[in-house]
């Protein structure tokens, strides 16, 4: 989260998935009720045709931006505007310098692996130290959360328990949540949380931003006298 996002006073927030592919990004995205239609990484000949699709989209709730699916809803009855943005979705299309930027310009990231998949679960450690060295330069740690997709997949499926899941999220320092993007249940719950967290992070800001004022006019003051 850059300090840009932390002074602005809006609630309007950017969250990034990480994790490998198939895990059930893309489905996480549209259960959340996005539009969801991809996009890969424009170059200069589309850009027109791009500016004309956002101008269309920009009237609608389910509006979709370059990479990213944006809907406006109600967390803890205040209104939120949530981007979700697929970063590894456009592999193919997207350089190294392009992840980079999109990781920099999230303010959370939903670090997804199946619990079908023991290498999902590895990557996420791999795309947890890539986003952390993309959002090095910021004033506080990303705002992480640790998600096990395909909770709905039979017993026999599952190759990694929640335990494995738990002692991760405990490493990471930050909250895990099954979920299962076929039926939905948790999607919208792993949102939500993160948006609290944002505000909550946002507000911690502010505090800080008003104490070190009001500290810095007592300080004035006591100098004059
Ligand atoms: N049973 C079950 N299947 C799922 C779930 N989530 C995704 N899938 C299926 O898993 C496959 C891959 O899902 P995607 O959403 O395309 O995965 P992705 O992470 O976006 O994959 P990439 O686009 O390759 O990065 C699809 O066939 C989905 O229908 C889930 O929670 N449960």
Redesign the pocket.
């Known amino acids: 989260m850059s300090i840009d996002t932390l002074v602005n006073d809006r609630d309007a927030w950017t969250i990034a998935l990480v994790?490998a592919?198939?895990?059930?990004?893309?489905?996480?995205i549209s259960r959340v009720g996005f539009v969801c239609v991809r996009f890969t990484l424009l170059d200069a000949s589309t850009s027109l045709c791009w500016m004309t699709l956002k101008f269309l989209f920009l009237e609608l709730d389910g509006l979709t931006s370059k990479q990213g699916f944006s809907k406006r809803f109600a967390v803890d009855n205040q209104d939120t505007l949530v981007t979700l943005v697929?970063v590894?979705?456009n592999r193919q299309g997207t350089s190294e310098d392009d992840v980079d930027s999109l990781l920099r310009d999230a303010d959370a990231f939903i670090l997804m692996y199946s619990s079908t998949s023991p290498y999902s679960l590895q990557d996420v450690v791999a795309y947890t130290r890539r986003v952390r060295r993309a959002t090095a330069s910021y004033a506080h740690d990303p705002v992480l959360s640790l998600v096990a997709?395909?909770r709905?997949?039979p017993a026999q499926d599952k190759e990694v328990s929640r335990l494995e899941g738990e002692a991760l999220a405990r490493e990471l320092d930050c909250p895990y949540t099954e979920?299962?993007?076929?039926t939905g249940d948790g999607v919208h719950g792993v949102v939500e949380d993160l948006v609290r967290a944002l505000r909550a992070r946002q507000e911690q800001y502010a505090r800080k931003q008003e104490n070190s004022k009001i500290g810095r006019a007592v300080r004035s003051f006591l100098g004059r006298r």
């Open positions: 994790g592919p198939g895990v059930g990004k893309t489905r996480f697929d590894y979705q997709n395909q709905d997949r979920t299962s993007a076929k």
